[in-house]
T-cell receptor, first 114, second 114 residues
Framework: DQQVKQNSPSLSVQEGRISILNCDYTNSMFDYFLWYKKYPAEGPTFLISISSIKDKNEDGRFTVFLNKSAKHLSLHIVPSQPGDSAVYFCAASAMRYRDDKIIFGKGTRLHILP | DVKVTQSSRYLVKRTGEKVFLECVQDMDHENMFWYRQDPGLGLRLIYFSYDVKMKEKGDIPEGYSVSREKKERFSLILESASTNQTSMYLC?????????????FGQGTRLTVV
C-alpha cells in the first residue's frame, strides 16, 4: 500500500514554461516532505523540503506547496530549463513521531522540450 | 560537503552467492538507509538503521539483512542472491529526528545477478 503517490510517470514541458509535479500522501503522521532529483546512473540529490507547519517554501526557481487537508504537495519549477530533465521523487517522513524513515514515491520523469 | 560512498558502482554476481554492499558516510549521521530503485517502482526502503547495531525493516526486507557495527558504515547483505534482486541499490545517511533534514545519497550500486 503506497503511502506516497506520484500518479504521473512522466511529464513534458516546454523550456521556459512552468513545470508542476504533483504528489499525494496517505499517512497523516507525515510532517516533513522532500523533493529529490535524480539523473541516470547517479544517486538522488536533495532539491527542496517543507515542514507541515508551512504551506509554501521557495528556493530560487523551485517552490513547493503543501495542502495538508488534501494530503497533497506540488513542486513548481519556473522557468523550466533543459538541465531540469530528470526523475523527480517526492518523499515524506514522520519526524514529529521520531520515525525517521523516509518513504519515497515512484517518481515522475520530467522532459524539458527545446 | 557530505559524502556517502558506496564501495562499488557495478557488480555482477551469480545466483546463490552471498553479496555484500558496503556504504560509508563521513558526516557522523545517526540514520542510514538502504533503498533499491526499479523502473516503475521508485525507491523502496529495504532497511533503516537509527544507531549502531540498531535496525528496522523497511518495505521490502525479504532476502536481505544488514549490519551496522560502526556509526559510519552500513552494509547490505544478500544472503543468497537471486535474479529478482538485480537492481540499483542506493545508500543514504541523515541526521536523527529533531533536526528535520534531508538524507544524502551515495552514487548507487548497479547489481546484476546472473
Amino acid at each position: 500500500d503506497q503511502q506516497v503517490k506520484q500518479n504521473s510517470p512522466s511529464l513534458s514541458v516546454q523550456e521556459g514554461r512552468i513545470s508542476i509535479l504533483n504528489c499525494d500522501y496517505t499517512n497523516s503522521m507525515f510532517d516533513y516532505f522532500l523533493w529529490y532529483k535524480k539523473y541516470p546512473a547517479e544517486g538522488p540529490t536533495f532539491l527542496i523540503s517543507i515542514s507541515s507547519i508551512k504551506d509554501k517554501n521557495e528556493d530560487g526557481r523551485f517552490t513547493v506547496f503543501l495542502n495538508k487537508s488534501a494530503k497533497h504537495l506540488s513542486l513548481h519549477i519556473v522557468p523550466s530549463q533543459p538541465g531540469d530533465s530528470a526523475v523527480y521523487f517526492c518523499a515524506a517522513s514522520a519526524m514529529r513521531y521520531r520515525d525517521d524513515k523516509i518513504i519515497f514515491g515512484k517518481g515522475t520523469r520530467l522532459h524539458i522540450l527545446p | 560537503d557530505v559524502k556517502v560512498t558506496q564501495s562499488s558502482r557495478y557488480l555482477v554476481k551469480r545466483t546463490g552467492e552471498k553479496v555484500f554492499l558496503e556504504c560509508v558516510q563521513d558526516m557522523d549521521h545517526e540514520n542510514m538507509f538502504w533503498y533499491r530503485q526499479d523502473p516503475g517502482l521508485g525507491l523502496r526502503l529495504i532497511y533503516f538503521s537509527y544507531d549502531v547495531k540498531m535496525k528496522e525493516k523497511g518495505d521490502i526486507p525479504e532476502g536481505y539483512s544488514v549490519s551496522r557495527e560502526k556509526k559510519e558504515r552500513f552494509s547490505l547483505i544478500l544472503e543468497s542472491a537471486s535474479t529478482n534482486q538485480t537492481s540499483m541499490y542506493l545508500c543514504a545517511s541523515g541526521p536523527s529526528s529533531g533536526f528535520p533534514s534531508e538524507a544524502f545519497f551515495g552514487q548507487g550500486t548497479r547489481l546484476t545477478v546472473v
